[in-house]
């Protein structure tokens, strides 16, 4: 993906002080959606400024070998600096901080941050995303470092093809992950994260897609190379991979403070356009109720920001303003 130089009103930097001036969009979260949408805001020639928290899950990517253009694997850390470089090289200004309220003002919204720094913008665009509830074990950022955790089973289950894989998660949970997994493995197995027994239909399905449920984990350990699971009936088992299923945190409550509406996870719904049930108010990537993708995210990022452009005011180029005549120019005085 090629960057350009970055144009002279570009930034990256921390919020200080109260914005006044009306932008004609604010986005939240610099993540792959977020990002992307600056670009095209910026490229359209609209005044945005994206507010990043520093927490997009695509941080925690080891290598993805399912983002489009990246035949050889691109880590999440090095998409976003990407992504980031070519949205400030056309001018996108970028702050660090954390959208604390979200208000509505007439026709436009006020966003505050924790520090104080408020920002008033016709339109916003959430790019706010998920939180994943991660399993309690030792040395996890290691063991997602080593793919031996994975967290996303549409995204990098093909570079588990074959392997010893678990489903951690509530016994219906499990049993469905682990059902779409066996496209991907003769050896998957359900691991309950709670008591409870599987209801009627996922029964079937596990033994349909010949699933085994093992009992509850006491622990999660990583020893290195496996994940090792000790069971509340003393038996221990060990897998090359690990897919924790525990639910994950929507973080939406700037959109539902306003009445936005929300599926039975906390995405928010949205339009063909990407804009929530508020109007004026937009929505991309995870926090929408969608396939958590990163080739998803930047579609939404596309539709959002150039449904925002055709709603603003035209920003129209318009002729230099004609330049006053030089001296030699200029008739002589008293005529010809």
Not at 8 to 31: H, I, K, N, Q, W
Not at 58 to 63: F, G, M, Q, S, V
Not at 172 to 198: C, K, M, Q, W, Y
Not at 287 to 314: C, F, M, Y
Request: glycine share 8%; proline share 6%.
């Amino acid at each position: 993906m090629k960057t350009h130089a970055p144009a002279a009103s570009s930034s990256s930097s921390s919020p200080s002080a109260t914005r006044t001036a009306e932008l004609d969009c604010l986005v939240v979260g610099a993540g792959p959606a977020g990002l992307t949408a600056a670009t095209y805001l910026a490229r359209f020639h609209r005044r945005a400024v994206v507010v990043d928290a520093g927490r997009s899950r695509a941080r925690w990517i080891p290598t993805s070998h399912n983002c489009p253009g990246f035949p050889f694997g691109v880590a999440g850390p090095a998409l976003l600096e990407k992504l980031r470089a070519q949205a400030v090289g056309y001018g996108a200004e970028i702050v660090s901080g954390r959208i604390a309220r979200l208000e509505r003002d007439g026709d436009a919204f006020i966003a505050c941050a924790d520090d104080g720094t408020r920002w008033t913008a016709r339109y916003v665009i959430l790019a706010t995303g998920i939180v994943d509830q991660m399993p309690s074990m030792p040395g996890l950022e290691d063991a997602i470092a080593r793919n031996v955790v994975r967290m996303c089973a549409v995204c990098d289950a093909y570079e588990a093809s074959d392997d010893r894989i678990a489903v951690y998660a509530p016994a219906d949970v499990a049993i469905r992950h682990a059902v779409f997994l066996r496209t991907f493995s003769r050896n998957v197995v359900a691991v309950r994260s709670e008591a409870g027994e599987p209801s009627d239909a996922c029964a079937r399905l596990a033994q349909e897609a010949r699933v085994s449920v093992l009992p509850v984990a006491r622990s999660l350990e990583h020893d290195g190379r496996c994940c090792v699971f000790r069971l509340e009936d003393d038996s221990v088992h060990r897998f090359d991979t690990v897919y924790p299923v525990l639910g994950c945190n929507a973080q939406s409550e700037l959109a539902t403070a306003l009445g936005a509406q929300v599926d039975e996870n906390g995405e928010l719904h949205v339009d063909g356009h990407q804009q929530t049930s508020v109007d004026g108010l937009f929505a991309i990537g995870d926090i929408v109720s969608a396939l958590n993708q990163i080739s998803v995210a930047v579609g939404h990022a596309a539709i959002a920001a150039t449904s925002v452009h055709n709603r603003l005011p035209p920003n129209f180029r318009e002729d230099p303003e004609a330049q006053p005549p030089s001296a030699a120019e200029l008739p002589s005085p008293g005529g010809a």
